[in-house]
């Protein structure tokens, strides 16, 4: 859940940046769905252009929501697994979390997209994914995803289990 709330605030951000510098609102939604239909990606940002930033198709949309999620909550419960092992929490968990944000983004950026690309629908399109809004938005929206995975886990050390919760009969 915590990969999901986090891939939840970079989506959002992501979103927001591309509304306000000319690309659509939900264009990172239709960069996500380009990998097996690039044509909303395309409309969005013919639309921006134009001046309509606010360009919606509801399948695209909720398919690229689902699969940010989806790799988001991937990338999280790694994270998770991890701090627990290791016990992170308090700031050492912040930073930690900020730091894998920033190796996922670098991991995706210049590792997985591009050698997957290829074998997408929308082949260059989806290569260039950390170029649509460009590297600097892009290391901030995987540092957001990472900070809210380690504010998430914070109190780790401080949580138990329901079950440990619960009045001893």
Same mark, same amino acid.
Request: glycine share 14%.
């Given at each position: ?60 949309? #909720?398919? /690229?929501? *689902?699969?940010? +999620? $989806?790799? !988001? =909550?991937?990338? %999280?419960? @790694?994270?998770?697994?991890? &701090? ?10 912040? #930073?930690? /979390?900020? *730091?894998?944000? +920033? $190796?996922? !983004? =670098?991991?995706? %950026?210049? @590792?997985?997209?591009?050698? &997957? ?53």
């Amino acid at each position: 859940m915590a990969g999901m709330a986090a891939a939840l605030v970079m989506g959002l951000f992501a979103m927001v940046w591309a509304a306000t510098s000319g690309l659509g609102l939900y264009s990172p939604l239709y960069q996500v769905t380009a990998v097996v239909e690039p044509g909303p990606l395309g409309v969005s940002l013919r639309e921006a252009a134009e001046g309509w930033r606010y360009y919606f198709e509801v399948g695209p949309a #909720a398919a /690229g929501l *689902a699969v940010h +999620l $989806a790799i !988001g =909550g991937g990338f %999280g419960a @790694v994270f998770a697994l991890v &701090a627990r092992a290791i016990r992170l929490h308090g700031w050492v968990a912040v #930073a930690a /979390g900020a *730091a894998y944000g +920033l $190796a996922v !983004g =670098g991991l995706m %950026g210049l @590792v997985v997209i591009p050698l &997957a690309a290829d074998e997408t629908a929308g082949g260059q399109v989806v290569a260039d994914a950390p170029r649509l809004l460009g590297w600097p938005v892009f290391a901030v929206e995987h540092l957001l995803y990472g900070l809210t995975l380690g504010l998430l886990a914070f109190r780790g050390e401080e949580r138990q289990p329901y079950a440990a919760q619960q009045p001893k009969r």
